[in-house]
């Protein structure tokens, strides 16, 4: 009896168990690989061939809002004609992209010229995060397990900002300025052609026709712009650590050790992520969104005034614990709050989010460096975390799941009864 109460509790070894899910884990691991070290390789190529932070934030910063403002359009498209048929031409334009970028960079090319290459880079960055995170949602529908899932997948998506800014930086640093553009290059297409080749395990397609559900965008339901406001502040961490240590590094004369601490920072995240993943909560989803960020923000507050790299590693430590419970917390909500036809679109406004917040962090980061010295930089997590704070806290009333004869209309879907009691448990949380 003991044994059969354990294994029906939720667990990363029940979530691996689930019928098709190596087929895509796999090759989603490795496509994901590189979406860490983009920005980075693009700050060290650019800093490297110009000399300048606020450059490389920029044209970093270029592609992080081209990726926010196409990722969302892409997640619409795959869960309208399927996962593959956007991925296949997406990662044969954003190797382009990077060959490009490359090339001009090292060419001396003038700003005008980064960015306007840096836009179809960022814009056909191979979104493999949202669309794993959906064939999950498809296989576990409303299972206890999804929010496992979200945890399992921040795990995933932390490992790969421990070993990419690493890698990127190790490259970089030790062969060439632009080995690690060349290595994501050649990861995203890869990993890229074998996650599209996985037809089986992809999400239904929801085409539009005379008998189909009326279709709802991510963005029409309210929760999903409070979320994105969420995970604006996250991206904005992600940024202004990664120019702000890059900066500091730089500075004091250790540059190899920047991707050391970025790694400790990404390593904590994932450790929390891991913890999360394994506990049954028993507090709501919306509660601990909002515990977690206080004290996500309330871990910024030292950064800028740390200058000994022991302390900005345990500093950064805690800052990356701190991030991965707001956002697995993020991620669960959204099977709540969303229909299944468009949660593909969903998750990738999420991690649209994240990219535009670090994208705008980089910038700030790298000006503030160039101008007033590179801890000034690490204001930016802090201001970001507070302010979508203010905002959580405010709009938190949006995040309660909508009525269960709501979904049902707007997704053309009669929702079972034990997702409307889920519902009703979130909105007592």
């Given amino acids: 009896m003991a044994s059969a109460v354990k294994d029906s509790r939720p667990g990363y070894g029940r ?3 689930t019928p098709g899910a190596w087929t895509f884990l796999l090759p989603g691991f490795l496509a994901r690989q590189p979406f860490a070290m983009l920005t980075i390789g693009i700050v060290l190529l650019v800093q490297s061939t110009t000399g300048s932070y606020g450059t490389a934030g920029a044209v970093s910063a270029t592609t992080g809002v081209s990726m926010a403002l196409f990722a969302p359009q892409s997640g619409k498209l795959a869960d309208r004609f399927g996962q593959r048929a956007v991925l296949l031409p997406g990662v044969l334009v954003h190797t382009a992209g990077v060959s490009a970028l490359i090339a001009i960079a090292l060419a001396h090319a003038p700003l ?3 960015i306007a290459v840096a836009v179809p880079t960022g814009a056909s960055t191979p979104q493999v995060g949202p669309m794993v995170r959906a064939r999950w949602a498809a296989r576990l529908g409303g299972s206890p397990l999804m929010p496992t899932a979200a945890a399992f997948e921040s795990v995933t998506d932390e490992f790969t900002f421990v070993v990419g800014p690493v890698l990127a930086t190790a490259l ?3 062969i060439h300025p632009a080995a690690g553009l060349v290595a994501e290059a050649a990861l995203t297409l890869a990993g890229g052609l074998l996650f599209a080749a996985q037809k089986r395990s992809q999400p239904p397609v929801h085409r539009a026709g005379a008998d189909a559900a009326p279709r709802v965008s991510a963005l029409s339901v309210p929760g999903v712009r409070v979320l994105i406001a969420a995970f604006l502040g996250i991206g904005a961490v992600f940024g202004g650590m990664q120019v702000s240590l890059t900066a500091l590094t730089q500075h004091i004369g250790q540059p190899g050790i920047n991707g050391v601490l970025y790694g400790i920072f990404a390593g904590g995240n994932m450790l929390a992520g891991i913890v999360c993943g394994a506990i049954a909560w028993k507090v709501g989803p919306r509660r601990r969104l909002l515990v977690a960020y206080g004290l996500l ?5 030292p950064l800028w005034v740390v200058t000994s790299v022991p302390l900005l590693g345990a500093v950064g430590l805690l ?9 697995i917390t993020g991620y669960t909500l959204v099977e709540s709050l969303v ?3 468009a949660r593909t679109e969903a998750f990738t406004w999420l991690t649209g989010a994240v990219a535009l917040g670090q994208a705008a962090a980089a910038t700030s980061a790298g000006q503030l460096a160039d101008r007033f010295g590179p801890s000034t930089g690490f204001l930016v997590p802090l201001a970001g975390t507070a302010l979508a704070f203010v905002v959580l806290l405010t709009l938190r009333a949006r995040l309660v799941p909508r009525p269960s004869s709501v979904v049902a209309s707007q997704a053309g879907a009669v929702v079972a009864p034990a997702a409307a009691d889920r ?7």
């Fill in 15 to 17: 979530l691996l168990r």
């Fill in 112 to 114: 005008w010229a980064l």
């Fill in 172 to 174: 970089c640093t030790g």
């Fill in 297 to 301: 923000a309330l871990a910024t507050t």
């Fill in 319 to 327: 800052v990356g614990l701190c991030i991965a419970p707001a956002l």
């Fill in 339 to 341: 229909p299944a036809t």
């Fill in 423 to 429: 519902e009703r448990e979130l909105a007592r949380t």
